[in-house]
């Protein structure tokens, strides 16, 4: 038993020695350094720049005259009958274009067109097939047109930095004015087998009359028109938007105008024989030319897009 003992004992020592040995002779086991994140850059605050609501240098805007547009509108909300829907042959229609050269700086023109083209009918007997049919009918045929065209050109300034702005300016004036022609085509020819068709006299735009004529008119144009002149102009314009705004503006102008002759032509059968003539109208309205100074207030609404 005490033999046990000592065995035991011995042997636990050993242990013991074993273990510090080879804790001396093991390496340290490596040091694990600690790393710190490093903080992420906090991204800079957007800075919200606001569109600015008034012209800059650069810039180009094109419009419209919208006069004829709230024209029609107003008589379209009041019930009137004879409302005609805006065109170029309504009224002078009014396109504008403008080029920036400084914020409160612009080159501006403007051009107002007007075409116009009416026509008017009436049915006539076909006096060429009433042996054949007492029933047959032909048609006479008025057409009235007419076209004016005038540019402006000028330079514009402005006042203001908010959505409201003040304008004024001089511009220069040239205008061609076609006059009006107005055609006759008759559906029984005159000749000399016919020497007194049946005609309509249209003596105006809602008098008709049907007559057995010896001579009738076929054409007549009026002088044309060429006018130059001055103008000044003052308005206020609201930015309905960066790039839409809406404004009025009322100007006066003087001006010059040269018209030429018009001229009338004609047929009639005299002596069994067929004529056709034209004549220069020399009437107190249309003389040779005519040249005067004239004042013209006139006043629109527009609305412009910038860009």
Request: with cysteine; net charge negative.
């Amino acid at each position: 038993m005490k033999k046990i003992v000592i065995v035991a004992f011995a042997w636990f020592g050993f242990s013991l020695l074993t273990a510090e040995a080879q804790r001396v002779t093991q390496p340290p086991l490596p040091t694990v350094a600690r790393i710190t994140p490093e903080p992420t850059p906090q991204q800079p605050e957007e800075i919200s720049i606001p569109i600015p609501h008034t012209p800059q240098a650069g810039d180009i805007a094109f419009g419209i005259d919208a006069s004829p547009i709230f024209t029609y509108l107003g008589n379209a909300l009041n019930g009137a009958t004879w409302n005609e829907a805006p065109s170029f042959g309504s009224n002078a229609f009014g396109i504008y274009g403008k080029y920036f050269i400084a914020n409160s700086l612009a080159i501006r023109a403007k051009l107002n067109l007007k075409f116009r083209t009416d026509e008017y009918k009436q049915t006539v007997p076909d006096e060429s097939a009433l042996g054949v049919n007492p029933n047959a009918t032909t048609v006479d045929t008025k057409s009235v047109s007419e076209s004016d065209i005038t540019l402006h050109l000028g330079y514009e300034w402005r006042r203001g930095s908010n959505r409201l702005q003040g304008f004024y300016g001089a511009e220069l004036l040239l205008g061609y004015n076609g006059g009006t022609h107005t055609t006759y085509d008759y559906g029984n020819k005159m000749n000399y087998l016919n020497q007194n068709p049946a005609t309509t006299r249209f003596v105006d735009d809602e008098t008709i009359t049907i007559d057995k004529v010896g001579s009738r008119v076929l054409e007549t144009k009026s002088g044309t028109a060429f006018n130059a002149g001055l103008g000044a102009f003052v308005g206020v314009e609201y930015f309905l938007m960066s790039q839409i705004s809406i404004g009025g503006e009322v100007s006066i102008g003087f001006s010059c105008l040269f018209r030429g002759q018009g001229e009338n032509t004609s047929e009639q059968m005299l002596n069994d024989e067929y004529y056709k003539s034209t004549e220069r109208a020399r009437s107190g309205t249309d003389k040779a030319y005519s040249i005067g100074l004239a004042t013209t207030p006139s006043g629109n609404i527009s609305i412009m897009f910038y860009f």
